[in-house]
């Protein structure tokens, strides 16, 4: 009996800059480490800001900025208003285009910053089969 082969599937990838897992210090560590390591954040020579960045700043700026998302923290869901925003507008654009285009087309989002990061969501839609991924 022949193979059939399931039609290509397409991606469609939203993003964001990112926001950090929560509001403790590891995690603002964490996500600070990740967004102020990025060249095309901090135009510094490396040399001398990595060394600022891991010695000092990150050392002291998980506390403020922890504060800073405690006071705007999405409680209900354990996670901030972006992550939030984000998925219910990812998943208004999935009804819509799934509407039209059925299973034919996978809808997700990533953060450039933070989780769900480009890469395992990049890595997910190939998983599944996408062939074609649109990026946002």
């Not at 006071?71 to 009804?95: F, V």
């Not at 990049?122 to 649109?134: A, D, H, P, Q, Y």
Request: net charge positive; charged share 25%.
């Amino acid at each position: 009996m022949p193979e059939t082969k399931s039609p290509a599937k397409t991606g469609v990838l939203l993003a964001n800059l990112g926001t950090p897992d929560g509001t403790g210090y590891w995690p603002m560590r964490r996500y600070l480490s990740e967004f102020l390591s990025d060249k095309r954040v901090i135009d510094y020579p490396r040399w001398k800001w990595l060394p600022l960045l891991h010695l000092i700043i990150l050392s002291k700026r998980p506390f403020s900025s922890g504060k800073a998302y405690k006071s705007i923290w999405n409680t209900e869901l354990d996670e901030s208003p972006l992550l939030t925003i984000t998925r219910d507008q990812t998943n208004a654009i999935a009804a819509v285009i799934q509407d039209r285009f059925g299973d034919q087309v996978e809808v997700d989002f990533c953060m450039r910053y933070g989780n769900p990061s480009t890469q395992s969501r990049l890595r997910k839609m190939v998983t599944s089969g996408c062939t074609r991924i649109l990026f946002f």
